[in-house]
């Protein structure tokens, strides 16, 4: 994977305790560069439309400036802490909230963060509800020119 990095054909992302405001040492997580070379290794048929998302966001976010990390909340894992300065933001990327279930997994780690910071999901097929909370719902297409972040 260092070869791959250094290619730059895949980013790693560490993880970041978000209460003990820390990066932990194991379970990095990895992005592509280029969601091509996943096309061209899996092909179209076996895409996987959420972790396509989410690696969308995760480019958006770096091209952003962000220093992107994984969060990790007891039990719990938010897609990202996303760091710039003083500023921090925490997202979720699904491809959809609309059902009860899917709500309580995506939004259950942002209701447990209590520091003040922004909260938001990002989905490709937004739902009635645009904020839960203090949660913002934002959709993929909205994302790179809406700024919540």
């Known amino acids: 994977m260092g070869y ?78 996303a760091m710039s300065g003083s500023g921090k933001a925490y997202a979720q990327a699904c491809y959809s909230m609309r059902g009860p279930a899917t709500e309580e997994r995506e939004t259950r780690p942002l209701r447990a963060i209590r520091d003040g910071h922004g909260k938001v999901v990002i989905t490709m097929e937004k739902s009635l509800n645009a904020d839960r909370d203090g949660i913002a719902e934002i959709g993929l297409r909205e994302f790179p020119t809406g700024r919540p972040l």
């Open 4 to 81: 791959l990095e250094e290619a730059p054909a895949f980013y790693r992302v560490k993880r970041h305790n978000i209460k003990a405001k820390e990066a932990l040492a194991v379970n990095d997580k990895f992005y592509l560069a280029d969601l091509g070379i996943g096309t061209a290794v899996l092909g179209r048929r076996d895409a996987d439309m959420g972790r396509l998302m989410e690696n969308l966001v995760f480019l958006e976010l770096r091209r952003r400036g962000f220093a992107v990390y994984a969060g990790r909340l007891a039990d719990a894992e938010v897609d990202f802490v």
